[in-house]
């Protein structure tokens, strides 16, 4: 009988003293060149999408394609990329870890190795000198909010300063199907922006078939994804609920939970990043951690670390109820007991390690 082994969850930091450097050198003209199509290309096309869909050009169609593709590249950042790749909230099986890879890849967010690399950092110096991403970079003056809004949301991408992948995801640069997986992006970006438009020439048997699909479920969708993304970096660090005690100012901001498959429930994220679920709370959609949900119920993934009531407790801010709708301990700790359906069990040996 053939064993079939889960592969180690990643870990979420390098040892404590690694002399490994923040940064690895810049990034090259190509790969600058690269992220400014990337960002630009689907950003024009969203900004297009309005007079283009005015009366003609979107049909049926166009909109099965980008919301199926749309589902399957962003559950692959978020189940993929996000808790699995960088924080390790589970452990998957092999051909599950390879999927997570090659479908986050095809969101057009960058390789894994690098993606999960600077997500690492953001972590490690989460709103402080050191973090790629902060909005609060240029201080608190509205101009400076505007400033740090911008850097936070997309003009960090196009500092040529790189994050050193050595340092901050060694156990990625290990694995030989995680680093083909790597090398593949440029062919995974061609296969998600042209397999839209070849099966919306099948489906409409026309050429114009193909060019909406490839315009709607192709360019559009990926520069949604991207902004929905970029919104959690952003504006998830400052607006919002902060319920929970963070090194940093993260926030839940509910508007964008179900775009953005359940990350946008930030502040409860950076409480306990590790965590498999984002949205702790009954009644926080996190449909992220209901797919993590479904996996384990298939056997595909094991040791995942759901949240505990008391945990979460602890890491409340008050004990009072308060103005903006945080709940005390006592409650917490009930309405989890009460509805262990929405608690989940497993092992969470390593929860809340940063």
Known sequence: M?????????????PAGDAQPMLSGEKSDTQSALIKVAVIVPLAALVAAVPFAWGWGLGWVDIGLAAFFYTLTCLGVTVGFHRYFTHGAFRARRGLRVVLAVVGSMAVQGPVIGWVA???????????EGDPHSPWWFGTTPVALVKGFWHAHMGWMFDRAQTNAQRFAPDLLADRDIRRVDRLFPLLTAVTLLAPAVLGGLITMSWWGAVTAFFWASLVRVALLHHVTWSVNSICHMIGDRPFEARDKSANF???????MGESWHNSHHADPTCARHGVRRGQIDISARIIRIFEMLGWVSKVRWPKPERLARRLKTNEHTADGSVSRTEIERELTRHPEDRWSGDDSRLGQE
Not at 2 to 14: D, Q, S, Y
Not at 254 to 260: E, G, H, R
């Open 2 to 14: 053939t064993m079939i082994h889960n592969e180690p969850a990643p870990p979420l930091r390098p």
């Open 118 to 128: 600077d997500h690492r950092r953001h972590h490690a110096y989460a709103d402080r």
């Open 254 to 260: 509910w508007p964008l939970a179900i775009a953005s």
